[in-house]
């Protein structure tokens, strides 16, 4: 029982390892919602993939917490017409930036040997809090506003 225990514990650390990880880097470059949302739907995406993979070679099913994104609170309250040409928006982001977090994340999750579905919890917060702000942004200008970490986060 205690190895099980030490193991959850490890386990836990690993996650949070790479969620201080990723706080940290967004919060020292003052990456923009829009770079960070980019980087973490990808890993979502290959995880999710990965999971699914493995899943069916064990004739399984991914459960939704893994397989889908997580509810958003997005305050409709104003109406947003955010209207963006795509091939501008890929010529303002800072692909430095973006290989900074993406090898962040990478690095992290090999390093640590986190299982895929952990590191997979800790993006899919990740996702939910960026899609949120995504949601809620009313100009393009804010997509361009570094990520708010709440203080509970």
Excluded at 38 to 45: D, G, I, R, W
Excluded at 101 to 117: P, Q
Aim: no cysteine; charged share 25%.
């Amino acid at each position: 029982m205690n190895v099980k225990f030490m193991d959850v514990i490890n386990e836990n650390e690993k996650m949070l390892f790479l969620h201080q990880n990723i706080v940290n880097l967004v919060n020292q470059l003052q990456i923009p919602l829009v770079e960070v949302s980019l980087v973490v739907a990808k890993y979502t995406e290959k995880l999710t993939n990965r999971l699914n993979e493995v899943a069916i070679e064990h004739d399984e099913k991914l459960l939704e917490i893994y397989s889908k994104p997580w509810p958003l609170e997005i305050n409709n309250s104003q109406s947003s017409e955010i209207k963006f040409e795509l091939d501008k928006l890929m010529g303002i982001l800072d692909n430095d930036r973006i290989d900074i977090l993406d090898t962040l994340i990478r690095t992290s999750i090999n390093l640590e040997e986190i299982t895929l579905s952990d590191s997979l919890l800790v993006l899919r917060a990740w996702e939910k809090l960026v899609r949120t702000q995504l949601g809620n942004s009313k100009s393009p200008g804010e997509l361009f506003s570094t990520v708010e970490i709440p203080e509970d986060f």
